[in-house]
């Protein structure tokens, strides 16, 4: 099974500062197949990226995910108000298909 | 538009079997695609638990498969969850999805609301 581990756990920032989110792999992810989702209080996850760097639809060009192999990195360019949230990253690549442990981005 | 409903008891007791129903509108589940579940305990992570094509072929965790069954009802457009002999670990938010492409193992874009199972006597 592939462990996800994120960094960091809290991410204290402003809005409309830059948002950089990593996430690491315990062995390759096959073809880059990494997601990243977008979880608020009492919602269900919103799919923001696939393919690790391909935007899901309707989803803004201020979010942005890069990465190959084991390390991956999901960026916000200039955060919104709505966007202060949990981030996931998952990787499908290798069943089971597992999440990470999640990055809370909070308001500084 | 697509749109997915869980359905169920909201308390289960330990050792019983945990059934949650998920109702698909907007979409006819026997036209394509997977579809699947994944559950979030109180504060953690997420978990996938398997999915199912409306073929009827699944594919399932394998640290849940010895307890996990999904099934798929064309005629009611639904497709279920069965978990056996649940303990409190088994506590958490359910929900059911759909992924953004047609292979089982992209990423899920469609989600349900979830709904909270509490394991307990």
């Known amino acids: 099974e592939i462990v996800l581990t994120q960094s960091p756990g809290t991410l204290s920032l402003s809005p409309g500062e830059r948002a950089t989110l990593s996430c690491r792999a315990s062995?390759?992810?096959?073809?880059?197949?990494l997601a990243w989702y977008q979880q608020k209080p009492g919602q269900a996850p919103r799919l923001l990226i696939y393919?690790?760097?391909s935007r899901a639809t309707g989803i803004p060009d201020r979010f942005s995910g890069s990465g190959s192999g084991t390390d991956f990195t999901f960026t916000i360019s200039r955060l919104e108000p709505e966007d202060f949230a949990v981030y996931y990253c998952?990787?499908?690549?290798?069943?089971?298909?597992?999440f990470g442990p999640g990055t809370k981005v909070d308001i500084k | 538009q697509v749109q997915l409903q869980e359905s169920g008891p909201g308390l289960v007791k330990p050792s019983e079997t945990l059934s949650l129903t998920c109702a698909v509108s907007?979409?006819?589940?026997?036209?394509?695609?997977?579809w699947g579940w994944i559950r979030q305990p109180p504060g953690t992570g997420l978990e996938w638990i398997g999915s199912?094509?409306?073929?009827?072929?699944?594919y399932y965790n394998p640290s849940l498969k010895s307890r996990v069954t999904i099934s798929i009802d064309t005629s009611k457009n639904q497709f279920s969850l069965k978990l056996t002999s649940v303990t409190a670990a088994d506590t958490a938010v359910y929900y059911c999805?759909?992924?953004?492409?047609?292979?089982?193992?992209?990423?899920?874009?469609?989600w349900g609301q979830g709904t909270l199972v509490t394991v307990s006597s």
């Open positions: 999805a759909r992924p953004c492409g047609s292979w089982y193992r992209d990423p899920f874009d469609i």
């Open positions: 199912i094509h409306h073929s009827g072929s699944t």
């Open positions: 393919g690790a760097s």
């Open positions: 907007g979409y006819s589940i026997s036209s394509s695609y997977y």
């Open positions: 062995q390759s992810v096959s073809s880059s197949y």
């Open positions: 998952q990787q499908y690549g290798s069943s089971p298909f597992t």
